[in-house]
């Protein structure tokens, strides 16, 4: 199956740092997302991005579908931010996605 | 916040025991899936399914089984607890294309 691989897998920052989080895979997608699982366990939606760049405040990702790989930008972090985040790749028709191993983001106050 | 709900959210059972955990859908959605993710690690497609009465294995399917009667629900059964069952199951929903989730079951077999 396709491979999914996070990094760095830990991230320590002082809030107002920037940051970029990679995902890579191994095989051409259909579909791939960016999750936020926050320190109460819930997995929240940040983006839904096959292909191209979107941005949501001061959050922002880019999938180059060609070259495999996906970036997640953070800027001005903030303690908020801590968590883990996902990628979640899915090369099938039916939505089964598969996780990268995440990267764990501290924000520091 | 896509309309999922898990039940239970909690349970601790013993090895041997039965456990079903069911997801809840209010979005009409075509697919649900079952996830679980233990300490360190990505989520884990246990089963899904594409329609009622229609389900499939996913990555780590041994030890557990589906059911899908309604599209409004789909259900996820231990028929024997073990051990290495303890971890926090989600479900999700699609239509297909970006996944929602469920706030998480958590599940400790001892």
């Known amino acids: 199956g396709i491979q999914v691989e996070q990094s760095p897998p830990d991230l320590i920052l002082q809030e107002g740092a920037n940051s970029t989080l990679r995902c890579n895979f191994s095989?051409?997608?259909?579909?791939l997302q960016w999750f936020h699982q926050n320190p109460w366990g819930q997995l929240i939606n940040l983006f839904y991005?096959?292909?191209g760049t979107k941005q949501n405040g001061r959050l922002s990702a880019t999938t180059v579908a060609t070259e495999r790989y996906s970036l997640l930008y953070i800027s001005s972090s903030q303690t908020t931010d801590s968590g883990v985040y996902f990628c979640?790749?899915?090369?099938?028709?039916?939505?089964?996605?598969?996780f990268g191993d995440g990267t764990t983001l501290t924000v520091k106050p | 916040d896509a309309g999922i709900t898990q039940s239970p959210r909690h349970k601790v059972t013993e090895t041997g025991t039965p456990v079903t955990l069911r997801c809840h859908q209010t979005e009409n959605h075509r697919y649900m899936y079952w996830y679980r993710q233990d300490p360190g690690h990505g989520l884990r497609l246990i089963h899904y399914s594409y329609g009622v009465k229609d389900t499939d294995k996913g990555e780590v399917s041994d030890g557990y089984s589906v059911s899908r009667s309604k599209t409004e629900d789909f259900l996820l059964t231990l028929e024997s607890a073990t051990s290495s069952q303890t971890s926090v199951y989600f479900c999700?929903?699609?239509?297909?294309?970006?996944?929602?989730f469920g706030e998480g079951s958590r599940l400790t077999v001892l």
């Open positions: 991005i096959p292909s």
């Open positions: 095989d051409s997608v259909n579909n």
């Open positions: 999700a929903i699609s239509g297909p294309g970006e996944l929602f």
């Open positions: 979640a790749v899915d090369n099938t028709n039916a939505g089964k996605s598969t």
